[in-house]
């Protein structure tokens, strides 16, 4: 039964298997064709591998459907045997583990991007990860174990998708030597996103060895309090003797997990390159080793965006909520949402984040119009423009839906009520969907005037959260701030309600504050008097408007005189970076007003909607061709690479900025008339042959052309012999390779000595994620690619000789 493995986990230590496709390649298996098609064709050979890794000591045993989703299933044609393979799978672990042995049903990344970063929608995701589930579930097994996700809105996908079944759910992601993951997503937005969505086990696998999934573990522990899992590389993989071996040994591995132990490692298992004799090493240390005890609740309330994450309630600095996407009282903004435009979210999003606020309110009410549609494409646009997380901000149930599917992370919703029915139709989403909960201090007999009846309202939520599985962490109470020239005592009795929700409930506060002052002159330092006292009061978040000086003049200063700047840090560093901008300005035209600026600045920020309105003007100024391109846009795509080399852009906003470039340059292709000079250079592209994965291959195809490159891209699972014939055909000046498997990384060493060989000029350029650049030196590549901008560069050096 599912609880048999959680009840079995509060007792001890839990250890899970090595890699399988490290096993079958031992027990002789050849690259080509699906692996998770072997437990129809050879299942006394996968067989084989689970029962090598329980005789090692494995308490768990993960089924052989890595990629057995209908996405996956595809590329072999197998789709319409999904439910068959996943059954099969879960019997031949079963098998092999008898009855004292747990099976997980592995289920790996579906190899497709959602939305707006790919075209896969969130509600497709779901589905791909449910029907594997439940085919898992059906051949028995005890847990679903979620590995090697790279994108945080598909991990969200897969644990909604796999908790549907009713097993436990553990989830892992893959993270680099910067602790992100390719789309940028640190350990702790993982986490507490992972958790609020209720993740029996979460953490890290792949990627990194045993040191660096260490590190991402122990990022992860200090904000939440989920039991964690580790299944690193045994190393990063090294050539020798022609094949790939991953370097570490058992016995050093073994020689590090009394430090996972310490983080809380509850869970140990090995990814790619570990063998039985490792699980075997590792194993006894870590049944020797006791697992440190994790606290129940981290006693706080944690938000997180794809690159972003704030901590709030439970002794932490107060944070600002910025309430300016609001279409409320401002008509050009309620005009742009009618029209299905994001400028002015997008402006609104960077510009609050630059004035340090800590999470972005997105309200898109406009009379008349699909608020589930508008809520969509906003957090869509704040999502690109900002690391910061959401709250959605809407009393229509469809509406917060729609912004839940579409958002990164984890968001805050607001608002729920005790009104009974915000209490059944928006608290459940919430619980779905694994957000935070803003609960305002009203029911259905309105807004309570005393200070007892508010915390009344919002002790019966909390009961009412609690019941339904949400934690007291995740609700956050509004105890409403009215407005006092109507109610002079009012003020008074919020602040009240705040002390009294604080000290008896022990939950997170927050306030709209410049309610209080409507009708009075002289709003702003009311507003801010107000704030202070409220922050006193034990306030943990307030909704204000970040780039009023005012307002966070107050907020910065109550926090140093309430003892939440430590040493005074952020209140000093504000008015030094006050004074900076004071200074006086350098007499030079700015380069945000100027046109050729304005091209470059959309370029930078990903302003699709208007560049190719900005092209036109400046076709309509006499601007050439050739200048907008080589003087405009082109570097404001290299300025795109530099803020991604240095961490400050990731993924999502490059292929922004590369799907804008392509928009200008659909314009532009029709003004050349012969003027457009020839392309930089010639680049084929292919997976390798036996390999189904080319995200990083699209990506960089993408890139190329929009630095002017011609790009032959064969796609996936490509022969030597056609990448060989393609090659000499298209006369082409770099030929680049991408292998994500083990099995698979040797087709490159066959395709360059191939070129060698036949002496093909064309040079070389490897990568993926199980290539160094010792092995593409050792397969004498002329370059490895890394990420996909430093391939971008690498390339153009290649071509230039």
């Given at each position: 039964?599912?609880?048999?493995?959680?009840?079995?986990?509060?007792?001890?230590?839990?250890v899970?298997?090595?890699?399988?496709?490290?096993?079958?390649q031992?027990?002789?298996?050849?690259p080509?064709?699906?692996?998770?098609?072997?437990?129809?064709?050879?299942?006394e050979l996968?067989?084989?591998?689970?029962r090598?890794?329980?005789?090692?000591?494995?308490?768990?045993?993960s089924?052989n459907?890595?990629?057995?989703n209908a996405?996956?299933?595809?590329e072999y044609?197998l789709?319409?045997r999904?439910?068959?393979?996943?059954?099969?799978?879960?019997?031949v672990?079963?098998?092999a583990?008898?009855d004292?042995?747990?099976?997980?049903g592995?289920?790996?990344?579906?190899?497709?991007?959602i939305?707006?970063?790919?075209?896969?929608?969130?509600d497709?995701?779901v589905?791909?990860?449910?029907?594997q589930?439940?085919?898992?579930k059906?051949?028995?097994?005890?847990?679903?174990?979620i590995?090697?996700?790279?994108?945080?809105k598909?991990?969200?996908?897969?644990?909604?998708?796999?908790?549907?079944t009713?097993?436990?759910?553990?989830?892992t992601?893959?993270?680099?030597?910067?602790?992100r993951?390719?789309?940028?997503?640190?350990?702790?937005?993982?986490?507490?996103?992972?958790?609020?969505?209720?993740?029996?086990?979460?953490?890290?696998?792949?990627?990194?060895?045993?040191?660096?999934?260490?590190?991402?573990?122990?990022?992860?522990?200090?904000?939440?309090?989920?039991?964690l899992?580790?299944?690193?590389n045994?190393?990063?993989?090294?050539?020798?003797?022609?094949?790939?071996?991953?370097?570490?040994?058992p016995?050093?591995?073994?020689?590090?997990?009394?430090?996972?132990?310490?983080?809380?490692?509850c869970?140990?298992g090995?990814?790619?390159?570990?063998?039985p004799?490792?699980?075997?090493?590792?194993g006894?240390?870590f049944?020797?080793?006791r697992?440190a005890?994790?606290?129940?609740?981290p006693?706080?309330?944690?938000?997180?965006?794809r690159?972003?994450?704030?901590?709030?309630?439970?002794?932490?600095?107060p944070?600002?909520?910025?309430e300016?996407?609001?279409?409320?009282?401002?008509?050009?903004?309620?005009?742009?949402?009618k029209?299905?435009k994001?400028?002015?979210?997008?402006?609104?999003?960077r510009?609050?984040?630059?004035?340090?606020?800590?999470?972005?309110?997105?309200?898109?009410?406009?009379?008349?119009?699909?608020?589930?549609?508008?809520?969509?494409?906003?957090?869509?646009?704040?999502?690109?423009?900002?690391?910061?997380?959401?709250?959605?901000?809407?009393?229509?149930?469809?509406?917060?839906?729609?912004?839940?599917?579409?958002?990164?992370?984890?968001?805050?919703v607001?608002?729920?009520?005790g009104e009974?029915?915000?209490?059944t139709k928006?608290?459940?989403l919430a619980?779905?969907?694994?957000?935070?909960?803003?609960?305002?201090?009203?029911?259905?007999?309105?807004?309570?005037e005393?200070?007892?009846?508010?915390?009344?309202?919002?002790?019966?939520i909390?009961n009412?959260a609690?019941?339904?599985g949400?934690?007291?962490?995740?609700?956050v109470i509004?105890?409403?701030a009215?407005?006092v020239?109507?109610?002079?005592?009012?003020?008074?009795?919020?602040?009240?309600?705040?002390?009294?929700?604080?000290?008896?409930l022990?939950?997170s506060?927050?306030?709209?504050?410049?309610?209080?002052?409507?009708?009075?002159?002289?709003?702003?330092?009311?507003?801010?008097?107000?704030?202070?006292?409220?922050?006193e009061?034990g306030?943990?978040?307030a909704?204000i408007?970040?780039?009023?000086?005012?307002?966070?003049?107050?907020?910065?200063?109550s926090?140093?005189?309430m003892?939440?700047?430590?040493?005074?840090?952020?209140?000093?560093?504000?008015?030094?970076?006050?004074a900076?901008?004071?200074?006086?300005?350098?007499?030079?035209?700015?380069?945000a007003?100027?046109?050729?600026g304005?091209l470059?600045?959309a370029?930078?920020?990903?302003?699709?909607?208007?560049?190719?309105g900005?092209?036109?003007?400046a076709?309509?100024?006499?601007?050439?061709?050739?200048k907008i391109?080589?003087?405009?846009?082109?570097?404001?795509?290299?300025?795109?690479?530099?803020l991604?080399?240095?961490?400050?852009?990731?993924?999502?906003?490059?292929?922004?900025?590369?799907?804008?470039?392509?928009?200008?340059?659909?314009?532009?292709?029709?003004?050349?008339?012969g003027?457009?000079?020839k392309?930089h250079?010639k680049?084929?592209?292919?997976?390798?042959?036996?390999?189904?994965?080319?995200?990083g291959k699209?990506?960089?195809?993408?890139?190329l052309?929009?630095h002017g490159f011609?790009?032959i891209?064969?796609?996936?699972?490509?022969?030597?012999?056609?990448?060989?014939?393609?090659?000499?055909?298209?006369?082409?000046?770099?030929?680049?390779?991408?292998?994500?498997?083990?099995?698979?990384?040797?087709?490159?060493?066959?395709?360059?000595?191939l070129?060698?060989?036949?002496g093909?000029?064309?040079?070389t350029?490897?990568?993926g994620?199980?290539?160094?650049?010792?092995?593409s030196?050792k397969?004498?590549?002329?370059?490895?690619?890394?990420?996909?901008?430093s391939?971008?560069?690498?390339?153009?050096?290649?071509?230039k000789?």
């Amino acid at each position: 039964m599912p609880q048999d493995f959680l009840t079995e986990l509060s007792r001890r230590p839990i250890v899970f298997d090595g890699a399988t496709g490290t096993m079958l390649q031992r027990f002789g298996l050849k690259p080509g064709g699906c692996p998770d098609e072997l437990v129809l064709k050879e299942p006394e050979l996968v067989k084989r591998v689970h029962r090598a890794y329980i005789e090692a000591g494995s308490d768990c045993v993960s089924t052989n459907t890595f990629g057995a989703n209908a996405e996956k299933l595809k590329e072999y044609g197998l789709e319409r045997r999904l439910r068959e393979i996943n059954v099969a799978a879960a019997r031949v672990a079963r098998e092999a583990a008898g009855d004292v042995r747990f099976v997980a049903g592995d289920i790996g990344p579906t190899g497709r991007f959602i939305e707006p970063v790919g075209d896969m929608t969130f509600d497709a995701a779901v589905d791909v990860f449910r029907e594997q589930a439940e085919a898992l579930k059906e051949g028995g097994a005890d847990l679903v174990i979620i590995e090697t996700m790279m994108d945080i809105k598909e991990m969200r996908a897969a644990i909604i998708g796999a908790s549907s079944t009713g097993l436990p759910v553990a989830a892992t992601m893959t993270f680099d030597e910067t602790l992100r993951t390719v789309l940028g997503t640190p350990p702790e937005s993982f986490a507490i996103m992972a958790s609020s969505l209720g993740a029996d086990v979460i953490g890290a696998n792949c990627s990194l060895g045993i040191e660096g999934i260490y590190k991402a573990l122990l990022a992860m522990s200090r904000v939440v309090s989920t039991p964690l899992i580790a299944q690193p590389n045994a190393g990063l993989p090294v050539l020798k003797d022609g094949v790939t071996v991953f370097p570490a040994s058992p016995d050093e591995m073994a020689a590090y997990v009394p430090r996972l132990a310490e983080a809380g490692v509850c869970v140990l298992g090995g990814c790619c390159g570990t063998t039985p004799e490792h699980i075997a090493a590792m194993g006894a240390a870590f049944k020797r080793a006791r697992p440190a005890r994790r606290r129940r609740s981290p006693g706080f309330t944690g938000l997180s965006g794809r690159t972003g994450v704030t901590l709030f309630g439970g002794g932490f600095t107060p944070i600002v909520i910025g309430e300016r996407i609001n279409p409320t009282g401002r008509k050009a903004l309620a005009q742009e949402i009618k029209e299905g435009k994001t400028a002015g979210i997008r402006n609104e999003a960077r510009a609050q984040t630059e004035a340090l606020a800590h999470c972005l309110d997105v309200n898109v009410g406009v009379p008349g119009m699909d608020e589930t549609i508008a809520m969509r494409r906003a957090v869509f646009a704040v999502n690109e423009n900002s690391a910061l997380p959401i709250v959605i901000d809407s009393s229509n149930p469809a509406a917060i839906e729609a912004g839940l599917k579409a958002v990164d992370g984890k968001p805050l919703v607001n608002s729920i009520s005790g009104e009974e029915k915000k209490l059944t139709k928006i608290m459940p989403l919430a619980k779905q969907y694994g957000a935070a909960l803003l609960a305002l201090t009203l029911d259905d007999n309105g807004i309570p005037e005393t200070a007892e009846a508010r915390f009344k309202v919002a002790e019966t939520i909390l009961n009412r959260a609690v019941a339904i599985g949400i934690r007291k962490e995740d609700l956050v109470i509004d105890c409403l701030a009215m407005t006092v020239s109507a109610m002079p005592g009012s003020a008074l009795e919020t602040l009240k309600a705040i002390r009294m929700v604080k000290e008896r409930l022990g939950l997170s506060t927050v306030l709209g504050v410049s309610n209080i002052s409507f009708g009075l002159p002289g709003r702003e330092v009311i507003n801010a008097a107000f704030l202070t006292m409220a922050i006193e009061a034990g306030l943990d978040a307030a909704i204000i408007n970040p780039m009023n000086k005012t307002m966070m003049d107050a907020y910065h200063a109550s926090c140093v005189l309430m003892n939440k700047d430590v040493r005074a840090e952020r209140y000093i560093k504000r008015h030094q970076d006050s004074a900076a901008q004071a200074e006086p300005a350098r007499p030079v035209a700015s380069e945000a007003i100027t046109l050729e600026g304005r091209l470059r600045k959309a370029i930078i920020e990903g302003g699709e909607e208007r560049i190719v309105g900005l092209v036109e003007e400046a076709l309509n100024a006499g601007f050439d061709p050739m200048k907008i391109s080589n003087e405009c846009l082109i570097p404001g795509l290299e300025e795109v690479g530099r803020l991604f080399s240095s961490n400050r852009y990731y993924l999502p906003q490059v292929m922004l900025s590369a799907d804008t470039m392509k928009r200008a340059f659909g314009r532009l292709k029709g003004e050349f008339k012969g003027k457009k000079g020839k392309p930089h250079g010639k680049v084929l592209l292919a997976t390798v042959e036996g390999d189904i994965h080319d995200i990083g291959k699209n990506i960089v195809a993408t890139l190329l052309e929009n630095h002017g490159f011609e790009v032959i891209d064969l796609g996936k699972n490509v022969t030597a012999e056609r990448i060989i014939e393609e090659a000499v055909k298209n006369k082409v000046d770099v030929v680049g390779l991408s292998a994500l498997m083990t099995t698979t990384v040797m087709e490159m060493d066959k395709v360059i000595r191939l070129l060698k060989e036949r002496g093909i000029k064309a040079t070389t350029i490897v990568g993926g994620a199980v290539v160094t650049k010792e092995f593409s030196e050792k397969i004498g590549a002329d370059e490895f690619g890394g990420d996909a901008m430093s391939a971008i560069e690498k390339i153009k050096r290649l071509v230039k000789g």
